[in-house]
């Protein structure tokens, strides 16, 4: 009776950790969310068949938007770190290291998985395209904010996905062997360091939380070792910095005038397939 009673107080204590990552991921959600410009930002005209909103980018003239522009070797210093300690991790991912924090994660969920990060990786990047849009001031407009963001989740693909494929690690739940680095990872924080250079120092840190949230759930889901989130989160903020640097010559290549208008108007319209009978959207966008 008294094993049974252990077992009982250990599966409490479980389940209570479950309920506190739930309650942290919530919070790193409205973090990000709560900082979003009041709605009186928004200038919308609501039809009958359609919801659209036409909403001005911010004044933005008082940012200094050359500065994440400049290359500056002192920039490298945070992802070369993670990205080192990842790739030293990838050389040996049976090391103490991993397997102790593989094995924390592993009492914690229980067996159980969470899988909210395959949708929580792409809001700090959703977040980078279209809080410029809804009155948050930024340092670029909408069609500068989209070839950083392309160039940078290029340059993410290319890393990611390369190493991937040259270095066949296997998952810590032996489903195969592309563990390194963590794609998840590298997407949020991608996102997270791109809000970061865009809107400053209070978005980027709502940015990180859901990119660190989004680790924690990788490992807590058992789908990567400690070195594949370093290596993914290191990817990430390099692929953001690089989109950045990367900027001045897309101006130069597709002739855009930097101080052209900051103006984009967007229009959602709700969609509905009748024969899958799925409802849907459209989103529509001009700048």
């Known amino acids: 009776m008294l094993i049974d009673d252990k077992e009982l107080i250990l599966s409490y204590k479980f389940s209570e950790m479950n309920h506190r990552l739930k309650k942290y991921i919530f919070f790193a959600i409205v973090t990000l969310f709560s900082s979003l410009h009041p709605l009186n930002a928004f200038c919308a005209t609501i039809e009958l068949d359609s919801l659209e909103i036409s909403p001005r980018e911010s004044d933005i003239s008082s940012f200094n938007d050359s500065l994440c522009e400049k290359f500056n ?103 195969n062997n592309h563990s390194f680095p963590s794609g998840h990872v590298a997407l ?61 010559v897309e101006r130069k290549l597709f002739k855009m005038n930097n101080k052209s208008s900051k103006s984009s108007t967007f229009a959602i319209t709700p969609t509905y397939n009748v024969g899958e009978k799925a409802p849907g959207v459209a989103v529509y966008a001009i700048f």
């Open 73 to 175: 070797s002192k920039q490298l210093i945070v992802p070369g770190v993670l990205m080192v300690s990842g790739l030293v991790g990838a050389i040996d991912y049976n090391n103490s290291l991993n397997h102790s924090v593989n094995d924390a994660f592993t009492d914690l969920s229980n067996g159980k998985t969470c899988k909210i990060d395959d949708y929580l990786r792409f809001l700090p990047s959703v977040s980078h395209l279209f809080l410029g849009s809804v009155g948050v001031k930024s340092k670029h407009n909408f069609k500068e904010r989209l070839l950083i963001s392309a160039t940078s989740h290029a340059a993410m693909l290319i890393m990611g996905y390369g190493c991937k494929f040259v270095i066949h690690e296997q998952r810590p739940d032996l489903s």
């Open 188 to 248: 949020a924080f991608t996102g997270a360091e791109l809000l970061r250079q865009e809107y400053g120092t209070s978005y980027g840190i709502a940015g990180y939380a859901v990119a660190t949230s989004v680790a924690l759930l990788r490992l807590y889901n058992n789908k990567h070792w400690l070195n594949d989130v370093l290596m993914g989160a290191g990817i990430g903020i390099l692929s953001a910095r690089i989109g950045c640097w990367l900027l001045p």
